[in-house]
């Protein structure tokens, strides 16, 4: 047997959707910007992520996150989000389960954080109560009413919003209820949706790649929500959260319609019912500062072992069949 690698990780779920954060066993990549750091992390050190994040020890739903000392002093720490196939510009459901890891390692307590993300800084702050408020980048609605045409399911109508990722925003079907018991249908109508927008050429700012989609309806209980939605990731997988940037990219868009006021409370539900409570302050360029606020519980802190006899020790990749 050869000596093991290893990854100390430990995992959360915020609101339902799996965090594992890598906190030992990262490469020094002192010195670098966080966009430096993501950077080299893809180009030369993607074990960590397939590692992590791959059967035989995780599976596609699982977000993950590397964190490091940052250089900024407003920072407490500074992260990279990854998934089962690349890497993410920002999570908010990610940063409250750093959040709540850095917490449980002790290195913060209740007040407000700085956390250095690629897309730029966002404040954290523990309640208290132990519910933690994200307030996350700027963000925008950047096409409205857009018109695309679904082969099998007709012409779709949503918005294109930045919440930290690129969203298409538009109602459910009628014709496929809400319920996680629908996950499959719903997900398949997001990838038709998807694969109509990269068809057609629509994309956010810059070329930005629309790579979530998000579905909204009714809540089940109008008085514990105002919304309930579903969410279709990069890799496939659905969000068990109501999706953080997604539910940022949401205020940008009522925000721009007139719909909620600056300081207005917005409840979103997710498929599993949980709940993000979000609202926003106005920003000066024309977009909105959003703060979305969760509850995060550790579950696990182990040691993840790569041995170099191990055929899969730097996971199994099933990916390609889920996009």
């Known amino acids: 047997m050869t000596p093991a690698t290893s990854l100390h990780v430990i995992d959360s779920h915020t609101e339902g959707e799996p965090t594992r954060v890598v906190v030992d066993g990262l490469p020094d ?20 992520r397939t590692t992590c994040l791959m059967e035989p020890r995780g599976f596609d739903a699982i977000v993950g996150a590397a964190i490091w000392e940052s250089q900024r002093v407003d920072c407490v720490a500074s992260v990279v989000f990854f998934n089962n196939t690349g890497y993410l510009n920002g999570c908010i459901h990610g940063t409250i389960g750093v959040v709540r890891t850095l917490q449980h390692l002790g290195r913060i307590d209740v007040g407000c954080h700085g956390i250095e ?33 679904v082969p099998g399911h007709g012409t779709i109508v949503g918005h294109v919003a930045w919440g930290g990722n690129w969203f298409f925003l538009a109602d459910a079907p009628e014709n496929i209820p809400l319920r996680i018991d629908h996950r499959d249908a719903l997900a398949n109508h997001c990838r038709s949706i998807r694969r109509a927008l990269e068809n057609n050429q629509i994309m956010g700012r810059e070329g930005g790649q629309i790579d979530h989609i998000e579905l909204f309806g009714p809540p089940d209980d109008p008085s514990l929500a105002d919304s309930k939605n579903f969410v279709l990731c990069p890799g496939g997988a659905f969000d068990r959260s109501p999706c953080g940037t997604g539910t940022s990219a949401k205020l940008a868009c009522l925000a721009a319609e007139g719909r909620l006021l600056p300081g207005q409370r917005y409840r979103q539900n997710s498929i599993l019912n949980t709940t993000f409570t979000g609202h926003y ?5 024309g977009g909105v500062l959003p703060t979305i606020e969760g509850t995060a ?26 996009t």
């Open 29 to 48: 990549l002192d010195g670098h910007t966080v966009a430096e750091k993501r950077a080299l992390l893809q180009r030369e050190h993607d074990w960590i």
């Open 297 to 322: 519980h550790v579950t696990c802190d182990a040691r993840l072992l790569v041995q170099d006899c191990d055929p899969f020790g730097h996971g199994i990749s099933l990916a390609a069949s889920r």
């Open 281 to 285: 302050e106005n920003h000066a360029s």
């Open 117 to 149: 993300t690629p897309v730029g800084r966002v404040t954290a702050t523990i309640g208290p109560d132990g519910r933690i408020k994200v307030q996350n980048v700027l963000s925008e609605r950047f096409l409205a009413n857009v018109e695309v045409d």
